[in-house]
C-alpha cells in the first residue's frame, strides 16, 4: 500500500532549525519524485521544494531559498526537510507528497498522487 508518514515537526524559536522526514512506503525514490508543501492558517497549500533523487536534483521556491534542503536516503526509502534559519512566516502544517513523474514537474497539486498527513511547525517565541 502506498503511503507517505511525516514526522519530526514541532515548536521552534525564530532562527531555529528543524528537520522533518517523510517516510515512503509502497514504492521507491528512484521512481517518483518528492514534494513538500506547506499551509499556513487561512492560506492555499503551498509548494516549498521538491526533490528527484533518480536524477539527483532538488528545487526550491524564492522564500525558502538558502534556508531549507531537502536530501534523500534511498537505504531507508526517506526524505528529509532540514530548515534553518526559521522564521514566523514559516509556521504552517508541512506535507510531503509523491509526484507522478520521477522528474519534479511542478507545485501543481494535481501531479502529486499521495500525500502525507501533514506535520505542524510552530515557529514563535
Known amino acids: 500500500q502506498l503511503q507517505l508518514v511525516e514526522s519530526g515537526g514541532g515548536l521552534v524559536q525564530p532562527g531555529g532549525s528543524l528537520r522533518l522526514s517523510c517516510a515512503a512506503y509502497?514504492?521507491?525514490?528512484?521512481?517518483?519524485?518528492i514534494g513538500w508543501f506547506r499551509q499556513a492558517p487561512g492560506k492555499e497549500r503551498e509548494g516549498v521544494g521538491c526533490?528527484?533523487?533518480?536524477?539527483?536534483?532538488?528545487y526550491y521556491v524564492d522564500s525558502v531559498e538558502g534556508r531549507f534542503t531537502i536530501s534523500g536516503d534511498n537505504a531507508k526509502n526517506t526524505v528529509y526537510l532540514q530548515m534553518n534559519s526559521l522564521k514566523a512566516e514559516d509556521t504552517a502544517v508541512y506535507y510531503c507528497?509523491?509526484?507522478?513523474?520521477?522528474?519534479?514537474?511542478?507545485?501543481?497539486?494535481?501531479?502529486?498522487?499521495?500525500w502525507g498527513q501533514g506535520t505542524q511547525v510552530t515557529v514563535s517565541l
Open positions: 507528497a509523491k509526484g507522478m513523474y520521477y522528474w519534479c514537474s511542478s507545485y501543481d497539486r494535481a501531479e502529486y498522487d499521495y
Open positions: 509502497g514504492f521507491t525514490l528512484d521512481n517518483s519524485a
Open positions: 526533490i528527484s533523487s533518480s536524477l539527483g536534483m532538488t
